[in-house]
C-alpha cells in the first residue's frame, strides 16, 4: 500500500485564481505582510499555494522514501525525525563510497598506524604524524668499528641504526 501523504498542495489547477509569478515578485505585501482591510483573493491564493506546495512536496518526499504516512497533526518532532530518516536514506543509498577513483562517503579515523585506502585521516591524525616528522632532523652519523656504547646528542628524538655483519675473525 501507498503512504498517505496529508499535506495537499493548494490552488494547482490551470487557470487558478493567483498572482504571475512576476506580480507576485513586485507585491508589496509579500515583504512586508498583508495590513488590515479587504483581502485580495489572488494575493491570498498566492501565498497558500507557495506554501502549501514546497509542504506538500518535502512531504511526499518523506512519504515516498520512508513508506509511512505524513499526517497534518501537528506533531512537528514527528515530521522532522521523517525528514532526517528521508534525508539519511537518499543520501545513503545515492551517494557511493568513496575510493581513490570515486567521490563520495568515507569514514573517518584518527589511527596513525592505518593502511586502510577507504578512510579517511581526521586532522588529529595527521598532526600527530606531522608532529613525529617534522621535528626530525640528521644531526649526527657515527661509525662504530668496535663494540662501544652510544650516547644520542641532545635533541635526538628517534635513531637508524644499520648493522652490517664482516664474517668470523679469527682469534
Known amino acids: 500500500?501507498?503512504?498517505?501523504?496529508?499535506?495537499?498542495?493548494?490552488?494547482?489547477?490551470?487557470?487558478?485564481?493567483?498572482?504571475?509569478a512576476e506580480d507576485y515578485q513586485t507585491l508589496r505585501s509579500r515583504s512586508n505582510g498583508f495590513s488590515a482591510g479587504v483581502a485580495r483573493s489572488q494575493e491570498l491564493n498566492?501565498?497558500?499555494?507557495?506554501?502549501?506546495?514546497?509542504?506538500?512536496?518535502?512531504?511526499?518526499?518523506?512519504?515516498?522514501?520512508?513508506n509511512s504516512d505524513v499526517a497534518d497533526?501537528?506533531?512537528?518532532?514527528?515530521?522532522?525525525?521523517g525528514l532526517i530518516q528521508?534525508?539519511?536514506?537518499?543520501?545513503?543509498?545515492?551517494?557511493?563510497?568513496?575510493?581513490?577513483?570515486?567521490?563520495?562517503?568515507?569514514q573517518l579515523s584518527s589511527a596513525t598506524d592505518s593502511e586502510s585506502e577507504t578512510l579517511a585521516a581526521m586532522p588529529k591524525a595527521v598532526k600527530a604524524i606531522v608532529d613525529n616528522l617534522s621535528g626530525g632532523r640528521l644531526l649526527n652519523i657515527q661509525s662504530f668499528t668496535r663494540s662501544g656504547t652510544y650516547t644520542p646528542t641532545p635533541g635526538t628524538r628517534k635513531v637508524k641504526v644499520i648493522l652490517t655483519g664482516g664474517g668470523a675473525s679469527g682469534g
Do not use: C, Y
Open 1 to 20: 500500500m501507498m503512504a498517505k501523504n496529508e499535506f495537499l498542495p493548494f490552488a494547482t489547477a490551470d487557470g487558478a485564481n493567483v498572482l504571475s
Open 46 to 66: 498566492t501565498v497558500w499555494r507557495q506554501a502549501s506546495v514546497i509542504a506538500h512536496v518535502v512531504a511526499q518526499f518523506i512519504a515516498d522514501t520512508n
Open 73 to 81: 497533526d501537528g506533531d512537528l518532532d514527528k515530521l522532522q525525525a
Open 86 to 106: 528521508a534525508l539519511s536514506k537518499n543520501v545513503n543509498n545515492t551517494v557511493p563510497a568513496a575510493s581513490l577513483k570515486t567521490a563520495g562517503i568515507t
